[in-house]
């Protein structure tokens, strides 16, 4: 038997907490600045700054690369038995595999942006290289209307929402960049 390497997209209907929902494990962080700060809403899946990257996790034996990264000692292949797992940043770029508009606002704990609620898009992007398909927001400014099946779309890091006055709790998005079909179709 095979064993899926991707994580794959949710049901229908159904958004992961943590594309939408207020991270609870703050952990004493120092709070004591004065004016707005970006801080990623989770630790350690993503980089920042001007060439953001998904963090994720790449088997050093044969090459599985999982995401989120693997809080597991061992790799995810059912036929692979190294524990030999490092950091890997993965590829900024992918093709929409899957899409969705999110309608109408999710129940609480999630913290509306904007008061009305205004929906938001989420794909499932397929990294080619790494063999898996990771889920994000698409970039603001983005909808469903500027999203098809095989569009490229690049890796940004964006405001997710307001934590408090003083910190911007930042998360991955995905925003199309204009490149809407594959070069070579098979
Ligand atoms: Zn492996």
Not at 120 to 136: H, K, N, S, T, W
Request: net charge negative.
């Amino acid at each position: 038997m095979t064993w899926p390497a991707a994580p794959l997209p949710p049901a229908p209907g159904g958004v992961p907490d943590f594309l939408t929902h207020r991270q609870v494990s703050e952990g004493g962080q120092g709070m004591a600045t004065t004016s707005q700060t970006e801080v990623p809403a989770i630790d350690g899946w993503f980089t920042t700054g001007d060439e953001p990257a998904l963090i994720g996790t790449r088997c050093a034996a044969c090459g599985t690369v999982m995401f989120p990264p693997s809080a597991a000692s061992y790799c995810r292949n059912p036929r692979c038995d190294s524990e030999s797992l490092e950091a890997a940043e993965l590829s900024r770029t992918g093709r929409i595999w899957s899409y969705t508009d999110a309608r109408y606002q999710p129940p609480p704990p999630y913290i509306p942006r904007t008061d009305p609620y205004v929906p938001f898009a989420l794909v499932a992007v397929e990294l080619e290289a790494e063999g898996i398909v990771v889920l994000g927001q698409v970039a603001d400014g983005y909808t469903v209307d500027d999203l098809a099946i095989g569009a490229e779309v690049e890796l940004v890091v964006e405001p997710l929402y307001e934590d408090d006055d003083t910190t911007t709790r930042t998360i991955w998005k995905w925003k199309p960049t204009g490149t809407t079909s594959r070069e070579v179709s098979a």
